[in-house]
Nanobody
Framework: QVQLVESGGGLVQAGGSLRPPCAVS????????MGWYRQAPGKQRELVAS???????VYADSVKGRFTITRDNANNTVYLQMNSLKPEDTAVYYC???????????????WGQGTQVTVSS
């Protein structure tokens, strides 16, 4: 069974930093897009940042210049470096990936269980 394993959330003061990793667990043939999303209480889940297997990246306007997504393709792991955190960054952060078990099959979407990030003012 393919899963995404997240960690590295927590409580941090405004202006602080976190770098949660997300790793693909289980046997996969390849991993395409990987990304981080977040959902604050009472709000819809939104894209924070994503990266392709080739290294192209996309960021939400609200995090540009503060967050950086990086990827270790050899270990199917993606990191979200979050700097200059603000209280409005408080949310549950979810990892997402498009994975493929075999060359015979198409890609399918996998989500992590989520990790809480709380930024105090």
């Amino acid at each position: 069974q393919v899963q995404l394993v997240e960690s590295g959330g927590g409580l941090v003061q405004a202006g602080g930093s976190l770098r949660p990793p997300c790793a693909v667990s289980g046997s996969v043939f390849s991993v395409n897009d990987m990304g981080w999303y977040r959902q604050a209480p009472g709000k819809q889940r939104e894209l924070v940042a994503s990266t392709t297997s080739g290294g192209s990246t996309v960021y939400a306007d609200s995090v540009k210049g503060r967050f950086t997504i990086t990827r270790d393709n050899a270990n199917n792991t993606v990191y979200l470096q979050m700097n200059s955190l603000k209280p409005e960054d408080t949310a549950v952060y979810y990892c997402r990936a498009d994975v493929r078990r075999s060359w015979r099959y198409t890609y399918f979407e996998v989500w992590g269980q989520g990790t809480q990030v709380t930024v105090s003012s």
